[in-house]
Structures are given as C-alpha cells and as structure tokens.
C-alpha cells in the first residue's frame, strides 16, 4: 500500500495533530504523517512531532508583517520539499490566501469546532450556548479561499446539556475531533481526487 503523505499545519498544543500520528501509527491507515509546520515558534504541538520522529518546522509569521502570500510561499516551500501529498489543518490559526488555497485544491482539510455551516468563525462554543441550540459538534472539511465554507467530509454531534459552559462544551467536542479527523484523513487519502 502506498501511503499518502501528510503535513499537519498547527499553531498550538496539536492534540488533533496527535490524534492523526496515533492512527497513522496502524499498519493498515493509508497516510503517513511526515512534517508538522507551526506558524508560532515554541508551539507544543511542535516538540510532540519531534518526539514522533516527524518533521517539525516553524515558519514564523511575524517577520512577514502583512504579507500573508509571502508568509504561504515559506510554508509552501516546506511543503514541496517534503513531497507532501495531503495538507491538514489542526488549530492552524491563520486564514489563508486564495493562492495557497488553490495550490492544495481537494488536497487540504481542516478541522472545525462546529456542525457547519452553522458557527463558522471563532468562539463557537459560547455561541452555540448563548444560541441555546441542543446539538453541537466538529466539522472536517476541505479548505477553500471562503472561510469555513468547503465542503463536509464528516461531522460528530454532541449534546449541549444544561449548565454547559464554553470550557466544558469544547472538552465534548475535542473527543469528538480526536474521532472525526483521522476517519476523514483515512477518506481522503483513500479517496480523494488527485488533480
């Protein structure tokens, strides 16, 4: 079997990042997580990959100012030279530039903390309870030059209980994500349209 190679783009602790080298670990997962990019120097996701024996890189934004191209031209670089095949999003907190977009079209997914479409954005959780909605849940979806606005490749619920806060609605839903990404990676490393 000839696995698809992956890059995790994170800007924080990576726990999705994680939960996509745990399952890649099986002998049977068709993708291979070989490079981890951070855009904040000093991430915790980034010592996790190095203890994973996985590439791990910082491209960090503040040098380019505004210049958001040339800050995605860096992490393109990064990710041709380690003949990437897949880019996945994991708390990478940055919105990306139509060129970087379309250099990864139907090859680059992103994990979301809402049953979107609803929630697209920041601050998910707190809007679901101040909405007073009963279902919640993360999105895996692919990335387009619209936020938050490709389409769904999965998605898992969870119930918003009373006296949910931010804090303990996000818990429920990170286990959730831990579940979701890898089952989608696995789809679309299976399945996806290779351009």
Not at 58 to 78: C, Y
Not at 87 to 116: D, K, Y
Not at 139 to 166: C, Y
């Amino acid at each position: 079997m000839s696995r698809k190679r992956v890059a995790v783009l994170i800007s924080g602790r990576g726990s999705n990042m994680a939960a996509l080298i745990e399952a890649a670990r099986a002998a049977d997962y068709p993708a291979e997580i070989v490079l981890v990019i951070s855009n904040i120097p000093g991430a915790g996701g980034l010592a996790t990959a190095e203890a994973n024996g996985i590439a791990a890189v910082t491209v960090d934004q503040k040098p380019f100012g505004r210049d958001r191209e040339a800050f995605e031209r860096a992490v393109q670089a990064h990710l041709v030279e380690h003949r990437i095949d897949i880019v996945c999003l994991a708390g990478f907190m940055r919105i990306l530039t139509p060129w970087l977009v379309g250099q990864w079209e139907w090859r680059m997914i992103n994990i979301h903390p809402s049953l979107l479409p609803a929630y697209k954005g920041l601050d998910t959780h707190a809007r679901a309870i101040a909405d007073g909605v009963t279902k919640h849940g993360a999105t895996v979806h692919f990335v387009t030059a619209e936020l938050d606005a490709g389409d769904v490749i999965l998605q898992g619920e969870v119930d918003v209980v009373p006296g949910d806060t931010p804090e303990t609605l996000a818990a429920r839903v990170l286990k959730v994500e831990h579940e979701i990404y890898p089952q989608a990676l696995r789809m679309i490393a299976t399945e996806y349209k290779l351009i």
